[in-house]
């Protein structure tokens, strides 16, 4: 299944519609986790089904205002809320917390009732809404989740495809060293400078939030500058995922076998100096992209341990420098004397650990890769490559 994100261009009654059930979702939602505390304090058992039909009951009479929407958008939030208890218990996420008006804004429709033809999508209880692309895939749509980004609308429409992407056909493999004063540099020389968007846009960015915090709050001035700066992040936030998403498209579209190093990225981003700069670059953005774009053509990604000395041992003779720095951009090994890189180096000694263990075929099962296709992947609007 992939998922495709669509810029929507609706009028001002489909807006209006938008936003009351982006607000019965947060309300269904808040009603739910109220409900699942006070039962769970009182020892009973919890289910996001009987917490759903219970809603059920009380809507004609207490909440008669959820009809006006979508039965989806009153529906969904008690599943949502059910999977997120679950990866808490699971200790993949922190306990659900209600949800705040204006902040990640969303709501679901399944998909029999959603229509796609051309640049338009029909949504229940509303009609047509147009689009500003066609729906990229081909297959039966799944569902489709309708959310706010700054003053614009967008629709992530979940399909599932008729056939497979074109498999990988190369066989080759290769080391890529991730870094803050490049986005990559592969172990066979090529270099990927990152567009570094927030860096360019920090000047912009710290005047719009002063403009920000000078507005009365609750005004309409401040609303548009509150505009004015989240269209500014999202601008920010779309020309970091065109250089990953076409990083990551080359990536695996002419090589097999990829080595990557398994970067701590929340304990890089505790070193003050440098945090801004990492997370600019966006190496966990980079991560996600190229697992299920590997997934997805048979590649095989292979995570190399965070505490294996690629930049510090020699791609050569193998001989640890351990009085390298960061400051130090160039490698030179005391003991045959190599040089090049430093990031070239780190790159040569991912690649390195692929020989080592040797590559595995285009579909073969392995770590980082797998040829199921029951995961949904989401693809940005306008960088799918």
Partial sequence: MLAHQIRLTPNRSQEEYFRKACGTSRFAWNWGLAEW??????????????????????KPMDFPWVYEVTKYASQQPFLHLQAAFRRFFDQKARYPRFKRKGVNDSFYIGGDPIQVSGKRIRIPRLGWVRMREELR??????????RPIADRWFVSVQVELDGAPVPCESQAGIGVDLGVNRLATLSNGEKFDGPKPLRQELRKLRRLSRRLSRKRKGSKNGHKARMRLAR???????????????LTSYLTENFAVIAIEDLNVKGMLRNRCLARAIADMGFHEFRRQLDYKARMRGNHVEIVDRWFASSKACSQ??????????????????GCGF????????????FGTVSSTGTQACGEEGPGSSTRWSETILCEAGTWA
């Fill in 37 to 58: 505390k006070r039962r769970h304090r009182a020892g009973e058992r919890v289910d996001a089904l009987k917490l759903k039909k219970d809603f059920n009951a009380l």
């Fill in 137 to 146: 895939f081909r297959g039966r749509v799944v569902s489709g989740t309708v």
């Fill in 232 to 246: 500014l992040h999202y601008r920010i936030r779309c020309i970091r995922q065109d250089a990953l998403h076409k």
């Fill in 317 to 334: 003779c193998g001989r640890v420098k351990e009085n390298l720095t960061l400051s130090d951009r160039a490698f030179a090994c005391e």
């Fill in 339 to 350: 040089q090049c890189d430093r990031d070239l180096n780190a790159a040569m000694n991912l």
